[in-house]
């Protein structure tokens, strides 16, 4: 088609087009000449009106031409405007989605969102360590845990020094669950050995505490040493802890304990004792323990009219005390803090005490044990309740604020026999005292609180009570759960790091 555009003189009349379809057209362009000053004769006016209405023909022609030709092409932006739109919205909800996972994913491996979760669950954050006073580092459930270091020896689940640990192959197991937080950890951390101890004289709040060897009054050739510093802890840090203590056991006590045993023959010998006569079979253990149940329990605590000690613990970092407390132990006697355990405080009632035991495993090959122990007496005893060290001659009387520190093992790591000591039964009054053992192989879950086991199924915040073997130990009441009442840990004899 072909598009007249007239040019008058300096007046420009000029039909417009759509640029995007200008292509379409020829375009001519005709001169007229200028008739301002000229005379037009009828034939001219005739010729010119005739021009004109053709003009106006040829427009509304193109005109009507181009509205039927560009309708399609409208048409076709349209949809091309509308197909845009719809790939670009679905571009950017895609997008959307991406980010969505990603973000998913930042917050599943973000440490410290990790660490928020990692609470909530059962880890491998605990251990199998021979036990002082039947007292034993707790280890994770075994459900929920991975363990890529079992121990090829045999924890004893007591302190008899007779008792001598077999190796036992275990073929090691991957659990499920852990934190990888956590197993990255377990990857970088180093062990770090307590081979000795350099007791020296210190300053704490003013007060000046020089070490005093207790020399043995029995001749021997063993590496044990026991020193002895008054006043290590003050009138103040001593009141604070038994309140602490004495405030928890009364909660916790509101609960009667569950009440477990190194073996049957250990229940029936406290049967026994107490003069009662009454067969016991598997039925009164809780599935997969060796717990009594808890009819059982309550009756076994009448038995023996709760005549048992209490410990309550508390770990690293758990309180400003722990802190002070390490480091004055650190300055006085070179342990050190990541060698050590939890914290504990005992306190024993009137004609209670423990039997002779060792705080390490004599003739064991694992060197995840106890090298030393440092007891702090937070009061004064009236009568009874002295540490006895029988095989070295040494007794030492409960004193407000005195510690007693002495090596267990000698510094190639093997349990020393005559570090074998007990604790007098409290005769009149009451004894309290805080203890902490440091170890010779340090490991990853030392001196962190571990998760309660999965069994037995109990009402959270049940206590404990651990009756150990006849012989060498006692029955002592406890407000946290270790693993040494589950048959299938005994059976496998595992030491989870």
Partial sequence: MKCVVYIIEDQTRLLTLDINKAWKFNVDYFPIINMRNRKLDSKTIQKKSQTKNSQLKNEKKIQN????????????????????????????FQSMSVSDESNETNFVTDPSKMQKRADKQSDTLADKTPKSEKQTETIPDNTQSIDKSFSTDNVPKHDNPKRV?????????????????????????????????????????????????????????????VYLYDEFLSVEECDGLMKAHNRHVTEISKKDPIVC????????????????????????????????????????????????????????????????????????????????????????????????????????????????????YLQDVEEGGETQFPELGIWVKPRKGRALVWNNM??????????????????????????????????????????????????????????DEYAHGSCRWYDEWNYDHIIEYQKQKITLI
Wanted: with cysteine; glycine share 6%.
């Fill in 410 to 467: 000698n510094e190639k790591g093997k349990c020393e026999h005559l570090s074998i000591h007990q604790a007098a039964k409290v005769t009149k009054g009451h004894k309290f005292i805080l203890q902490r053992w440091y170890y010779y192989t340090s490991f990853y879950s030392l001196g962190k609180r571990p998760p309660e086991p999965h069994i037995p199924i109990m009402e959270s915040g049940t206590p404990r009570v651990s009756c």
């Fill in 65 to 92: 031409d181009f509205r039927r030709d560009s309708t399609p092409v409208f048409t076709i932006i349209i949809i091309i405007l509308f197909l845009s739109i719809l790939f670009g919205a679905l571009y950017v």
């Fill in 165 to 225: 640990s077999t190796p036992e192959k275990v073929k090691p197991q991957v659990k499920q669950g852990i934190d990888p937080k956590i197993e990255e950890e377990m990857k970088r951390f180093k062990s770090t050995l307590q081979t000795g101890m350099s007791p020296k004289k210190i300053f704490a709040d003013g007060r000046r505490l020089p070490p005093v060897e207790l020399l043995p009054q029995k001749p021997n050739n063993s590496s044990v040493k």
């Fill in 261 to 376: 045993f190194d073996t049957v023959s250990t229940l029936r010998q406290h049967l026994k004792a107490s003069g009662v006569n009454r067969k016991v079979s598997p039925n009164d253990f809780m599935p997969g323990t060796t717990c009594l149940d808890k009819a059982f329990s309550s009756e076994f605590k009448d038995y023996i009219h709760s005549n048992w000690s209490y410990s309550t613990a508390f770990y690293r970092g758990e309180s400003r005390f722990s802190n002070v407390f390490e480091y004055r132990v650190k300055e006085a006697t070179a342990l050190k803090p990541e060698n050590g355990g939890k914290f504990q405080i005992t306190s024993y009632p009137l004609n209670v005490g423990y039997k002779l035991h060792t705080d390490c495993i004599e003739d064991n090959k694992d060197k995840r044990d106890r090298f030393a122990t440092i007891l702090v």
